[in-house]
């Protein structure tokens, strides 16, 4: 177990879990611990490494409060926030150290205009970055013993599976810089690590807000619509209200002042025999 206290130089802790259907994370309908088994990756100075997943998720949250920095992917919307809500972790005291690998990814891959998305997955990123990936299928031990929360803690494909996520994200935080307090992130990293830890905090206590205000400012919103639109149909001509009907009729059921504009604009050019025109 890496104790920061034992070491003298900066200790990078990564960590993950694996858990019931994140689905369930708030709605409490999964079977026993929603934390199932823990894993973390520490570095050793010497260039070895040491892996350990059990679950012990008590022993996981005191290395994670004791580690100067904590890293892996996406634990500040996942991870932390798990944690957090099922077994008591300092969110704010834990986000403010943590290296997000999947923030990272969006500030390295932006998604594109028009719509085009990034795979910002564990799995894609480790490819990405020259890494054989993931390695197992979660779905199918999960699928063959009936969810992800029947899946048996000591079942060592599952410990498999959490080691290869491990392996996975200590390459890609290596690849992208592995970070300690004497490299720290830009500027720019570090704040849209912050924004990712805001956004994800609201999940656990929400947010406040005066509705009295909100009443104002939606009351606002409509006296301005309303006096463009209005604007729209003095100047413009624009319709304020929906036709009560429309009806579509052939053109030889067409008769009177319509049907002569309609002959002289036949005239004017050729129309299918059986077009339909809007009466």
Not at 58 to 73: C, F, K, P, R, S
Not at 146 to 175: Q, S
Not at 198 to 227: C, F, K, P, Y
Not at 232 to 248: N, S, V
């Amino acid at each position: 177990r890496p104790i920061a206290s034992e070491r003298s130089e900066p200790l990078a802790l990564g960590f993950d879990i694996e858990t019931a259907s994140a689905d369930e994370m708030f709605r409490g309908r999964h079977e026993g611990s929603f934390v199932r088994i823990v894993g973390s990756h520490v570095e050793d100075p010497s260039g070895g490494s040491a892996t350990t997943t059990a679950d012990d998720t008590v022993t996981l949250l005191e290395d994670l409060n004791e580690a100067e920095v904590i890293y892996g992917h996406n634990i500040l919307g996942f991870d932390l926030v798990a944690l957090a809500h099922h077994h008591g972790a300092d969110y704010d005291a834990l986000a403010v150290k943590a290296i997000d690998t999947f923030t990272l990814s969006q500030l390295a891959w932006p998604s594109g205009a028009k719509g085009d998305r990034e795979d910002y997955t564990l799995d894609a990123v480790a490819k990405r970055l020259r890494h054989t990936g993931k390695s197992g299928d979660l779905k199918a031990l999960a699928k063959e013993f009936g969810g992800y929360d029947k899946i048996p803690v000591n079942d060592e494909r599952y410990a498999a599976y959490l080691r290869g996520d491990l392996a996975a994200t200590a390459h890609v935080y290596e690849m992208m810089g592995g970070f300690l307090p004497d490299t720290p992130l830009s500027d720019y990293a570090r704040r849209e690590m912050r924004v990712a830890a805001i956004q994800n905090r609201m999940t656990l206590n929400g947010w406040r807000v005066d509705t009295a205000l909100l009443a104002q400012r939606v009351a606002h919103e409509d006296a301005q619509r309303t006096s463009a639109a209005q604007a729209l149909a003095e100047r413009f001509g624009l319709p304020l209200a929906p036709p009560d009907k429309i009806r579509l009729r052939r053109k030889e059921d067409w008769t009177g002042g319509r049907d002569m504009k309609y002959r002289a604009a036949q005239r004017a050019r050729t129309l299918a025999p059986d077009a339909l025109v809007v009466a």
